[in-house]
Nanobody, 118 residues
Framework: QVQLVESGGGLVQTGGSLRLSCEAS????????MRWYRQTPGKERELVAT????????NYADTVKGRFTVSRVNAKNTVYLQMNSLKPEDTAMYYC???????????WGQGTQVTVSS
């Protein structure tokens, strides 16, 4: 079955960096655009970054533009989110999402917690 497994979350001080990873299995990775979302309790899930499948074009939320970088290594079925200059407001559960290019359903990972202390 399809699995998306995130890793790399943790506790970091303001101004620090983390790199999140999301490894996909059970799907044809190139057929999916990959996205990172985040969510805090009581709030809607927020789209943070998107990367297309083959060209690798990217889009970012205004709140993270210039600080976060999304990338993917298709040979490893893995998408990354490099997060720099972290702020307390970046504290959230971060989720990996795979959106099909052609047809089928999307998939979600289980999430990884990022906590930024002030």
């Amino acid at each position: 079955q399809v699995q998306l497994v995130e890793s790399g979350g943790g506790l970091v001080q303001t101004g620090g960096s983390l790199r999140l990873s999301c490894e996909a299995s059970g799907l044809i990775f190139l057929n999916y655009a990959m996205r990172w979302y985040r969510q805090t309790p009581g709030k809607e899930r927020e789209l943070v970054a998107t990367i297309s499948s083959t060209v690798g074009s990217t889009n970012y939320a205004d709140t993270v533009k210039g600080r976060f970088t999304v990338s993917r290594v298709n040979a490893k079925n893995t998408v990354y989110l490099q997060m720099n200059s972290l702020k307390p407001e970046d504290t959230a559960m971060y989720y990996c999402n795979a959106e099909p290019l052609y047809y089928g359903r999307e998939y979600w990972g289980q999430g990884t917690q990022v906590t930024v202390s002030s």
